[in-house]
């Protein structure tokens, strides 16, 4: 009785309070909840695992006294979450199967764990353009063969990353993804491009100093200088990949990091 209650709560956390956040996202996850619980367990059906990780976790979320816009948060990530694993699913890819979504001695799985971590930091993320890069740490590594401690370790990151700051790492990982913008779409230009703006230069400092997922060959932000190197690390590029930073929209990168889009007279995105 309780699964099932739990299910109808998280149903109804998606179709009231997801629509403010994620209303791209809320058709797909309500389809991927669609399906009848006993029936998906006895069939063996690929998303159980999901499917209860999610019903147990948002239904126990919801329980709690959440604001209205706790509520609204909550709701679009779970709804980023199915959304993303029925997209995956439809593209042909596999759910794990190494024992993540398996109970260990206290009843808990590393799915559940991992979820629990990811909807409370969407919870209380004011900052809420980062609520699908958070929910894609959790959509990623369900389908990954990433260890929970490494994605417990990225979600940990995630939490101290503000907005600009997931702006710039797409930036630095993927420069050409900006052709329009000067500088930006030329590896050799982009330190130089990024010292015009100090604030943007001090993040580079500390995604390098403090959160060691950008490299580079600079140690303070006066060495930062036309001819420097940056890049990301080997764990800022797991970061990138379980956040699927690459699906940021260019123009809020561009908003981001410029304070407006800026084009190139003779180009257009």
């Known amino acids: 009785m309780r699964e099932q209650t739990n299910r109808d709560k998280l149903l109804a956390l998606i179709r009231q309070h997801g629509p403010g956040i ?14 009848d619980p006993t029936t998906a367990a006895s069939l063996g059906v690929v998303s159980y695992g999901v499917t209860k990780a999610l019903e147990k976790v948002g239904g126990d979320v919801r329980d709690r006294k959440l604001s209205p816009r706790e509520q609204m948060r909550v709701g679009a990530a779970c709804a ?9 699913l439809d593209r042909g890819e596999r759910l794990r199967d190494d024992g993540f979504f398996t109970p260990d001695e206290t009843d808990r799985s590393a799915a559940e764990e991992l979820l629990e971590g990811v909807i409370l930091e969407c919870e209380r993320e004011h900052e809420e353009r980062k609520l699908r890069f958070v929910s894609n740490i959790f959509a990623n590594a369900v389908f990954l063969d990433i260890p929970a401690a490494d994605a417990n370790a990225v979600l940990s990151v995630a939490e101290r990353l503000t907005y600009r700051q997931i702006c710039l790492l797409s930036v630095v990982r993927a420069p050409g993804r900006f052709p329009y913008v000067t500088g930006f ?11 015009e703006y100090p604030i943007i230069a001090q993040d580079l400092v500390q995604l390098q100093r403090t959160l060691g997922i950008i490299g580079s060959n600079y140690s303070t932000v006066r060495q930062l200088e036309p001819g420097g190197f940056v890049g990301l690390t080997a764990f800022g590029d797991i970061c990138f990949n379980l956040m699927s930073l690459d699906t940021i929209p260019p123009e809020d990168v561009l908003r981001q990091l410029l304070g407006s889009v800026q084009k190139n007279d003779s180009a257009a995105p």
């Open 22 to 35: 994620a209303s791209s996202a809320v058709t797909g996850a309500l389809g991927f909840l669609a399906g």
């Open 185 to 195: 779409s030329d590896p050799d230009k982009l330190v130089e491009s990024l010292t």
């Open 80 to 88: 980023f979450v199915a959304a993303e694993v029925q997209e995956r």
